[in-house]
């Protein structure tokens, strides 16, 4: 008796490594979560209008979704735009290293923290905020035109993280300098301080400042990002100059926690901070 084409795939199944490439990223994750709403790759091609081949091609990493493939395998596994963002970490070359396998685990973390030194973080600009660093960086003849519209794409689908149904929790803490470096103009500054403003009051959301006052108090010298994963496990992530780095070992980013828990303390309260972005 012949098998299924459902069983022969799962008995040529490929183990990938995740962290091998983006492609590779998005394959893994595309079957767990294929395999948790309990779909065939049939079933799930037939749902988002997609062949059973391509499915499996995609998942095993021999081929690169596109992203309406994405943004409709979301839909159908209720992933909450995982996918989609994991997309705009395959082949886009304006990103800076590191920084696609951040935004993977990103997008599937249960709480997010993250302090900034000076510029309002990707997550929390606005789209003229985010287009001023853009067209700064083509001018400069750092990046081209081209790849300045894949970041402000980029950009856009990773917010849809703070809107989506398991949106995540999400605290950060703001250098002051933040809120006086004029980036864009005074308009787009106006633009920016009302997202911060209404960013604050949802649910999910906390915005502290750390004003100039703490000096050499503050404990970090660059941005640094903890994301806290649904298993618990704790990642953290900084930037330098030329590229990112995700740690994922304990002894690494604890003393980075212990530090940022200290952070808050010192911080402005909620309130307060909200007062002073409204000054500003």
């Known amino acids: ?71 409709k395998a979301d839909d159908a596994l209720d992933t909450g735009g995982t996918l989609e963002l994991m997309f705009w970490n395959i082949g886009n070359t304006s990103l800076l290293e590191g920084f696609s396998e951040y935004a993977a685990q990103e997008a599937k973390a249960a709480e997010i923290r993250h302090f900034e030194l000076g510029v309002v973080p990707g997550l929390l600009q606005s789209p003229e905020y985010a287009q001023a660093f853009a067209s700064a960086a083509v001018r400069r003849g750092k990046i081209t035109q081209e790849q300045a519209d894949e970041r402000l794409s980029f950009l856009l689908t990773r917010q849809k993280l703070l809107t989506r149904k398991s949106a995540p929790w999400l605290h950060f803490v703001l250098d002051e300098g933040c ?12 633009r920016q301080f009302r997202r911060l403003e209404e960013l604050a009051t949802r649910p999910n959301i906390t915005i502290q400042i750390a004003p100039y006052s703490l000096a050499e108090e503050l404990p970090f010298t660059m941005m640094v990002t903890l994301l806290t994963m649904t298993d618990r496990s704790l990642l953290a992530y900084s930037e330098c100059q030329m590229r990112g780095f995700l740690a994922r070992q304990s002894e690494t980013s604890r003393p980075l926690e212990r530090d940022y828990h200290q952070l808050t303390v010192e911080a402005l309260p909620k309130v307060a901070s909200l007062e002073m972005i409204r000054q500003a």
């Open 1 to 71: 008796m012949g098998l299924s084409r459902e069983r022969r795939s799962n008995m040529r199944r490929t183990k990938l490594d995740p962290t091998s490439s983006p492609a590779a990223a998005f394959g893994v994750q595309l079957r767990r979560s294929r395999e948790a709403k309990k779909l065939t790759q049939v079933r799930l091609g037939a749902i988002i209008g997609y062949s059973d081949t391509l499915v499996s091609s995609i998942e095993r990493g021999t081929r690169n979704p596109t992203q309406p493939f994405a943004i």
């Open 179 to 190: 809120l006086h470096r004029r980036v864009g103009g005074p308009e787009v500054m106006r």
